[in-house]
């Protein structure tokens, strides 16, 4: 690595190279989520001389962020959640990480990126760059009142840490939001005994991703171990009440809790990239190769559209893994995703989903009983492009997989 102070000159822009590989350079990877690290796994699995550099603004622990919001149930605190110290990573992986340190500025002309953390400002060169930024909790709609101090969201393990910690001794949370994360912490949080009131402006739990009948039946599920669902409506206001807050409703309803949590969607981390002059989307817009706009540069995971496609879940990050793994290996591997179902963590009524694409003609099939719902999505030619399942339905998930539509054909 090659750390330049930062009152000596930036290095003479350099032409694109025809090759990517600068050899003496590192491979450079923003960011230790599960992209991050998993890119360097299969990458050292194929190249173990190549130098590599981690940059992280958190601690770098490896974990699993799909455990945060099933861990209550199974009793682990955000201690116990937290896999592998940076340290050990560094170990394993033979790489330099750096924690706390946040990359400010991408120089593309020069190949370096500006490191900012609490030693102050430096510079760093890299041979290639891999972006692996993630995706942060959207900004709130305008929420007035003076309880903000009691309302959580949670998107890393330093979140996760926070809001367990303001839970002690409480005992009513007030969910934003009946996405897929308000969702497993609804049923998270209810199955460890605390009492859950959900507020959604659509209509049913999971209303983006399943037709009615499902999002009931796990609605019925929630509300059948006490969750109570208040849909298609917001919260306008949240207030201080002593040592709780109080919620009001545009359906003029009050709710009263001990905590809030807003559940209410991500949007990919493009700034970096954006000002760096890289062609951005929703996500880091990428090829097939998880290749930016700029030759040297790629990504993945939940910063990154691919081809068009922007999927905040884990299974997709993995196939941008192993692929670009390979084609920084000097390989050039196209990702292609193939159906990728999605299960959420909602024990109370598990449920299995594969969206249709958003702009997909067809219209769901429904079957229905009171061990849980199949929903096919079809085309008139009866081509199915995704499904929805609960209950014992989630059994048909590899019969209706194997003959669906793939996401990238
Ligand atoms: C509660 C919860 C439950 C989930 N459950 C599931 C599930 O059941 N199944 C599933 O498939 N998916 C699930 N997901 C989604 C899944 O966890 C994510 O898709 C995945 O973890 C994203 O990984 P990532 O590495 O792309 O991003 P992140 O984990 O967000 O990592 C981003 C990294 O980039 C670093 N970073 C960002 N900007 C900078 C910068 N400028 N400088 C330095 N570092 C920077 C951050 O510090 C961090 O290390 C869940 C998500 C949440 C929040």
């Not at 981690?54 to 955000?78: M, Q, V």
């Not at 081509?383 to 054909?409: K, W």
Request: one cysteine or more; hydrophobic letters at 40%.
């Amino acid at each position: 690595m090659v750390l330049v102070a930062e009152v000596e000159p930036p290095a003479p822009p350099q032409s694109p190279t025809s090759g990517v590989d600068s050899g003496e350079e590192p491979l450079v990877i923003v960011g230790t989520g599960l992209a991050g690290y998993n890119l360097a796994r299969e990458f050292r699995k194929l190249d173990q001389s190549t130098p590599l550099l981690l940059i992280t603004g958190d601690d770098g622990t490896f974990y699993s962020k799909p455990l945060l919001s099933a861990s209550l149930a199974h009793g682990k605190t955000p201690q116990q959640l937290a896999g592998t110290s940076a340290e050990e990573m560094a170990r394993e992986l033979n790489a330099e990480i750096l924690i706390f340190t946040q990359v400010t500025a991408i120089h593309t002309g020069s190949r370096t990126l500006t490191l900012t953390s609490d030693n102050g400002s430096a510079e760093v060169r890299y041979g290639r760059l891999v972006l692996a930024t993630g995706a942060s909790c959207r900004p709130l709609p305008p929420i007035g009142g003076d309880g903000h101090a009691r309302l959580f969201r949670i998107n890393n393990l330093a979140d996760y840490h926070r809001f367990r910690t303001a839970l002690v001794g409480r005992k009513r949370v007030l969910l934003l939001g009946a996405g897929l994360i308000g969702c497993e912490f609804a049923n998270d949080l209810t199955q460890s005994g605390y009492q859950v009131e959900m507020v959604d402006t659509l209509g049913w739990p999971l209303a983006t991703l399943l037709p009615e009948a499902a999002g009931r039946d796990l609605q019925r599920a929630l509300e059948s171990e006490g969750v109570r669902f208040h849909g298609n409506t917001r919260v306008l206001r949240l207030d201080r009440n002593g040592n709780g807050i109080r919620a009001y409703l545009d359906n003029g309803e009050q709710l009263e809790a001990h905590l809030a949590l807003a559940a209410l969607g991500l949007s990919a981390n493009t700034s970096l990239a954006a000002a760096a002059g890289l062609q951005v989307a929703r996500g880091i817009a990428v090829d097939r190769h998880l290749r930016t706009s700029d030759a040297n540069i790629f990504a993945l995971g939940d910063c990154a559209e691919v081809e068009g496609n922007l999927l905040y879940f884990v299974a997709p990050l993995m196939a941008c893994a192993r692929a670009l793994a390979k084609t920084l290996a000097g390989t050039p591997t196209p990702v292609r995703y193939g159906v990728m179902p999605l299960a959420v963590k909602t024990t109370l009524r598990p449920v299995t989903i594969c969206p249709p694409p958003a702009e997909a003609e067809g219209k769901w099939h429904i079957d229905s009983n009171e061990r849980g719902v199949r929903a096919e999505f079809r085309t008139k030619a009866g081509q199915l492009l995704g499904f929805a399942l609960t209950g014992a339905a989630i059994a048909a998930r590899d019969d209706l997989a194997a003959e669906c539509v793939p996401v990238m054909g």
